[in-house]
C-alpha cells in the first residue's frame, strides 16, 4: 500500500474516531445538560404563570368578598327587596367590576341573578356554569361549607377565571345565605395579558380529563390545562 493511501486511511479513521467521541460526548455530557436546562426554564416560566393567574383570581377573590360581605346583599338574599336589585343588579355593575360574569347563588344551589357581559361587543352575553344548572362539586362544597373558593371554571363559553365568597352580614358574620361568584372569561385577550405580566408566550389546549383539569382551586393557585 502507498504511503498516500496509508495516510488517507489513516486520517479516514481519526476523524471517525473524533467523530463518534464528539457523538458520545454531547449524548453523554452536553444534551443531558442542555435539556435539564430547558426544563428548568419551562418550570420556571409556569411559576411565573402560576404567580400571575393567582393574582388575578385574587383580585376576582377581593370583588366577590366585597359584594358577598355587604348587609345589603345578605339582606336581599333573605327579603328579595326590589329595590336592591334595581339598584345594583345591573349590567353597569358587571362592567364596573371590569368582569364578564357576576352571579348570587342562595344557599340550595339555586342560580338568584346572573348575568354575563361580552368582553368584545360589551352587550349582554350567556355564559353558563354547567350544561346541567348545577354548580361544579367543588364549588358546591364550598357554597354548603360558607367558604370562598377560586380556580377555572369549563363553561360554554370556554374557561373561566372565577371566584366565589360567601354571603355574609357586612361584619363577615353568618350564616352564609348563599354566594357571589365574580369571573372573566381566560380568552386569547386574557391569554396575552397574563402572558405579558409573567413573561412567556402562553397559550390554552385543552386538557386530557377537561373536568380535573378545569377544576377549582380552594388555594386558588396553579391553572392546570396551562401550557406554554
Given at each position: 500500500m502507498r504511503v498516500r493511501a496509508k495516510v488517507t486511511l489513516l486520517l479516514a479513521l481519526l476523524f471517525t474516531v473524533l467523530i463518534a467521541a464528539q457523538w458520545a460526548i454531547q449524548q453523554r455530557l452536553v444534551l443531558p445538560r442542555f435539556m435539564e436546562l430547558e426544563r428548568?426554564?419551562?418550570?420556571?416560566?409556569?411559576?411565573?404563570?402560576?404567580?400571575?393567574?393567582?393574582?388575578?383570581?385574587?383580585?376576582?377573590?377581593?370583588?366577590?368578598?366585597?359584594?358577598?360581605n355587604w348587609a345589603d346583599t345578605w339582606r336581599y338574599m333573605r327579603h328579595h327587596d326590589p329595590r336592591y336589585a334595581q339598584a345594583n343588579l345591573t349590567d353597569t355593575a358587571v362592567r364596573t367590576l371590569k368582569v364578564d360574569y357576576l352571579a348570587l347563588i342562595a344557599s340550595d344551589g339555586h342560580f338568584e341573578w346572573a348575568r354575563s357581559i361580552d368582553p368584545v361587543s360589551g352587550q349582554r352575553g350567556d355564559i353558563r356554569l354547567s350544561h346541567t344548572?348545577?354548580?361544579?362539586?367543588?364549588?358546591?362544597?364550598?357554597?354548603?361549607?360558607?367558604?370562598?373558593?377560586?380556580?377555572?371554571v369549563d363553561t360554554n363559553?370556554?374557561?373561566l377565571l372565577a371566584a366565589g365568597a360567601p354571603i355574609l352580614d357586612g361584619f363577615n358574620h353568618g350564616p352564609a345565605r348563599g354566594m357571589v361568584i365574580v369571573g372573566r372569561l381566560f380568552n386569547q385577550g386574557e391569554q396575552l395579558r397574563v402572558g405579558n405580566q409573567a413573561q412567556v408566550a402562553?397559550?390554552?389546549?385543552?386538557?386530557?380529563?377537561?373536568?380535573?383539569?378545569?377544576?377549582?382551586?380552594?388555594?386558588?393557585g396553579a391553572a392546570p390545562g396551562i401550557r406554554l
Open positions: 428548568q426554564s419551562a418550570r420556571t416560566d409556569m411559576q411565573r404563570v402560576e404567580l400571575a393567574v393567582e393574582r388575578e383570581l385574587q383580585s376576582l377573590g377581593a370583588a366577590a368578598s366585597d359584594w358577598g344548572g348545577q354548580l361544579e362539586p367543588a364549588w358546591a362544597r364550598a357554597l354548603a361549607a360558607g367558604e370562598p373558593v377560586s380556580g377555572l363559553a370556554g374557561a402562553l397559550y390554552m389546549r385543552p386538557a386530557q380529563n377537561a373536568a380535573a383539569a378545569l377544576a377549582p382551586q380552594r388555594s386558588g
